[in-house]
């Protein structure tokens, strides 16, 4: 069955990150994969699109998770010495040198326009940083979401969407420290709920949702036409579920360490 999603005017397009988002436009599409094809040449962009096009027929579905914080009773989060999170809520704090490593990457036209969109409609950058060196971020909304999403979010809700880990810190736990992180500001700033998104194939990703207060709320596809995006759920959890799940993640959830 298709619904039509909650309609955002003016809502920025997705940048690249490891959380899904909806709707990137066929041009936005076409010149991520040409920076792609000079960076890194002819062979690896047919792989990437190979990829992407497998991803798109056969493993196309969107888990949604969702957190309550209005109960949130998971245990603190201790950042190691050697760790550093910071939250940037405009494009003024954004240091040269950190613009450069978040843009360098793919796109930096539109990792740039993006950036400022997103700065203008409120959103937090948020840095995880070991030493001198980025290792990762994340972005937050609250209130509304970047793009059309599955469905209306209330005035104090938040999206966590578009987290990105570097190569060279993957495996260390820095997308599990930097959400758990998030989600406990959030709560002692009074947000109700968050929500996010990521891929079903992206194994990592959900391995590390696992390892949060986050809980599977569903999973659904999407798909925009002439302008409308349309949302078919596959499985989702009605509310007497999602009320007893919460009280089972309030009595028995337990936040890993990075190391382990």
């Given at each position: 069955m298709l619904?039509?999603t909650a309609n955002?005017e003016?809502?920025?397009?997705g940048?690249?990150?490891?959380y899904?988002?909806?709707g990137?436009g066929?041009?936005?599409?076409?010149?991520?994969?040409?920076?792609?094809?000079?960076?890194h040449?002819?062979?690896?962009?047919?792989?990437?699109?190979?990829m992407?096009?497998?991803?798109?027929?056969?493993?196309n579905r969107?888990i949604?998770?969702?957190?309550?914080?209005?109960?949130?009773?998971?245990?603190?989060?201790?950042?190691?010495?050697?760790?550093?999170?910071e939250?940037?809520?405009?494009?003024?704090?954004?240091?040269?040198?950190?613009l450069?490593?978040?843009?360098?990457?793919?796109?930096p036209k539109?990792a740039?326009?993006n950036?400022?969109?997103?700065?203008?409609?409120?959103?937090?950058?948020?840095?995880v940083k070991?030493?001198e060196?980025?290792?990762g971020?994340?972005?937050?909304?609250?209130?509304?979401?970047?793009?059309?999403?599955?469905?209306?979010?209330?005035?104090?809700d938040?999206q966590?969407f578009d987290?990105?880990?570097?190569?060279?810190?993957?495996?260390?736990?820095?997308?599990?420290?930097?959400?758990?992180?998030?989600?406990?500001?959030l709560s002692?700033?009074?947000?109700?709920?968050?929500?996010?998104?990521t891929?079903?194939w992206n194994?990592a990703q959900?391995?590390?949702?696992?390892?949060?207060?986050?809980?599977?709320?569903?999973?659904?596809?999407?798909?925009?036409?002439?302008g409308?995006?349309?949302?078919?759920?596959?499985?989702?959890?009605?509310?007497?579920?999602?009320?007893?799940?919460?009280?089972?993640?309030?009595?028995?959830?337990?936040?890993?360490?990075?190391?382990?």
């Amino acid at each position: 069955m298709l619904a039509r999603t909650a309609n955002r005017e003016n809502s920025p397009r997705g940048l690249r990150g490891e959380y899904g988002h909806f709707g990137m436009g066929i041009s936005d599409s076409i010149s991520r994969l040409t920076d792609y094809y000079v960076r890194h040449g002819l062979a690896a962009t047919i792989r990437r699109a190979g990829m992407a096009a497998k991803r798109a027929l056969f493993l196309n579905r969107m888990i949604i998770f969702y957190c309550d914080l209005s109960n949130y009773t998971a245990r603190p989060v201790n950042i190691p010495n050697s760790l550093e999170i910071e939250r940037l809520i405009n494009e003024a704090e954004l240091n040269p040198q950190v613009l450069q490593e978040i843009t360098s990457f793919w796109n930096p036209k539109l990792a740039h326009r993006n950036i400022k969109e997103r700065f203008a409609k409120g959103a937090s950058l948020w840095l995880v940083k070991s030493g001198e060196q980025l290792a990762g971020y994340g972005w937050t909304l609250r209130g509304c979401t970047i793009a059309d999403y599955y469905f209306s979010i209330a005035p104090n809700d938040v999206q966590l969407f578009d987290f990105y880990v570097f190569p060279k810190f993957r495996g260390r736990a820095m997308h599990w420290l930097l959400t758990a992180y998030i989600l406990q500001t959030l709560s002692t700033e009074g947000a109700a709920r968050a929500y996010a998104d990521t891929g079903e194939w992206n194994e990592a990703q959900i391995a590390s949702f696992k390892m949060t207060p986050f809980r599977r709320l569903g999973t659904a596809r999407s798909l925009s036409i002439f302008g409308h995006t349309f949302v078919s759920w596959d499985e989702k959890e009605t509310s007497e579920q999602l009320q007893k799940a919460s009280a089972r993640s309030r009595a028995t959830v337990k936040t890993a360490r990075p190391n382990e």
